[in-house]
């Protein structure tokens, strides 16, 4: 097989597009599906100040270069999360890849500035690590994009993640996130922009960008994924992949085509808009449905100092 564009040796093979391309090409591919993904959707207009939600693995860190190849003013935010080496490395990479090109890197800890990390926010909630962990990075990316005047805040979620969220979705029927389940989110109500344009591009594609273009990554898989559901279904998927070359590409783009907008219509029908009880949280002034958002309460619980025991008769000998 050769390059479909220029003939010369190729270095991948794609069956969903029924194509191969050289290095150079394959790249050139890469910035375009980008391209398509942002205008298509909306995404964000060139001048734009964007946000790219680092975490150090291939998405973020391939979607950062190909905005800037692109000539997006892109920043990136990466969160220390307190997952031990897990998090020290994913951090360590997303330095790394920020002063090789001398871009600009906001890092925020959830340790130093609220006093818990995930590990520790799971215990004391008695709920999934994911959970706080997802609150946590909604909370500081809309902050971080908010204070620093950035239009849009972005993600790495590529084809293969979000036919999996899609997959979980439907199989439960869960109305409301499928209302939701939109490539790009509209700033509203306090909260910023949020798009993913890598949706038109999947894994493979990702880490053959990053190889070769010389991005390292943290290619484990964060240890509190273990036993999560979306990387059963992206197997899953895999497998239709493999036997029918575009399955992915069909599921979430038909979805997006002829489905989405019946969803998000009967829940809007059914709720209406869920913006008219929408006022500053007292705490920190974000947006919130209640008094106190939830990751204000998420920090009250998860930084509680953790309770010693004490040994009561010891004190009464020591007295
Ligand atoms: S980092 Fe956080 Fe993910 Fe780890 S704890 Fe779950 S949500 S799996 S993208
Ligand atoms: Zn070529
Ligand atoms: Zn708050």
Same mark, same amino acid.
């Given at each position: 097989?050769?390059?479909?564009?220029?003939?010369?040796?190729?270095?991948?093979?794609?069956?969903?597009?029924?194509?191969?391309?050289?290095?150079?090409?394959?790249?050139?591919?890469?910035?375009?599906?980008?391209?398509?993904?942002?205008?298509?959707?909306?995404?964000?207009?060139?001048?734009?100040?964007?946000?790219?939600?680092?975490?150090? *693995?291939?998405?973020?860190?391939?979607?950062?270069?190909?905005?800037?190849?692109?000539?997006?003013?892109?920043?990136?935010?990466?969160?220390?999360?307190?997952?031990?080496?897990?998090?020290?490395?994913?951090?360590?990479?997303?330095?790394?890849?920020?002063?090789?090109?001398?871009?600009?890197?906001?890092?925020?800890?959830?340790?130093?500035?609220?006093?818990?990390?995930?590990?520790?926010?799971?215990?004391?909630?008695?709920?999934?690590?994911?959970?706080?962990?997802?609150?946590?990075?909604?909370?500081?990316?809309?902050?971080?994009?908010?204070?620093? *005047?950035?239009?849009?805040?972005?993600?790495?979620?590529?084809?293969?993640?979000?036919?999996?969220?899609?997959?979980?979705?439907?199989?439960?029927?869960?109305?409301?996130?499928?209302?939701?389940?939109?490539?790009?989110?509209?700033?509203?109500?306090?909260?910023?922009?949020?798009?993913?344009?890598?949706?038109?591009?999947?894994?493979?594609?990702?880490?053959?960008?990053?190889?070769?273009?010389?991005?390292?990554?943290?290619?484990?898989?964060?240890?509190?994924?273990?036993?999560?559901?979306?990387?059963?279904?992206?197997?899953?998927?895999?497998?239709?992949?493999?036997?029918?070359?575009?399955?992915?590409?069909?599921?979430?783009?038909?979805?997006?085509?002829?489905?989405?907008?019946?969803?998000?219509?009967?829940?809007?029908?059914?709720? *209406?808009?869920?913006?008219?009880?929408?006022?500053?949280?007292?705490?920190?002034?974000?947006?919130?449905?209640?008094?106190?958002?939830?990751?204000?309460?998420?920090?009250?619980?998860?930084?509680?100092?953790?309770?010693?025991?004490?040994?009561?008769?010891?004190?009464?000998?020591?007295?």
């Amino acid at each position: 097989m050769k390059c479909r564009v220029c003939s010369g040796r190729i270095v991948i093979e794609l069956r969903q597009h029924n194509a191969a391309f050289c290095a150079e090409h394959f790249m050139a591919f890469c910035r375009r599906q980008v391209e398509r993904a942002i205008d298509k959707f909306s995404m964000f207009e060139p001048g734009d100040r964007v946000l790219v939600a680092v975490s150090g *693995g291939k998405d973020s860190l391939a979607l950062w270069d190909i905005l800037v190849e692109l000539g997006y003013a892109a920043d990136g935010l990466v969160i220390g999360l307190g997952i031990d080496d897990y998090s020290e490395q994913s951090t360590a990479f997303a330095r790394d890849f920020a002063d090789q090109r001398g871009l600009t890197l906001h890092y925020h800890s959830l340790q130093d500035e609220h006093g818990f990390t995930v590990p520790s926010a799971a215990e004391a909630t008695k709920r999934v690590p994911c959970s706080s962990c997802g609150l946590s990075k909604r909370h500081i990316f809309d902050s971080v994009a908010l204070d620093h *005047g950035y239009d849009v805040v972005v993600t790495g979620h590529n084809l293969d993640d979000e036919a999996a969220v899609l997959f979980g979705n439907v199989s439960r029927w869960q109305r409301d996130y499928l209302a939701r389940q939109h490539p790009v989110l509209p700033a509203a109500n306090g909260f910023p922009r949020k798009a993913k344009p890598l949706v038109r591009l999947g894994e493979r594609e990702m880490a053959a960008y990053c190889v070769l273009n010389n991005i390292d990554y943290v290619v484990d898989e964060c240890p509190m994924a273990a036993g999560n559901k979306h990387l059963e279904y992206k197997d899953l998927l895999n497998t239709m992949e493999v036997a029918s070359p575009g399955a992915k590409h069909a599921f979430y783009f038909g979805f997006l085509d002829r489905a989405a907008e019946l969803f998000s219509a009967a829940v809007e029908a059914k709720s *209406g808009r869920p913006d008219e009880n929408i006022s500053p949280c007292v705490v920190c002034g974000s947006p919130s449905t209640n008094e106190v958002c939830s990751f204000c309460k998420l920090v009250e619980l998860a930084s509680r100092p953790v309770p010693v025991e004490i040994d009561t008769r010891r004190d009464m000998l020591d007295g």
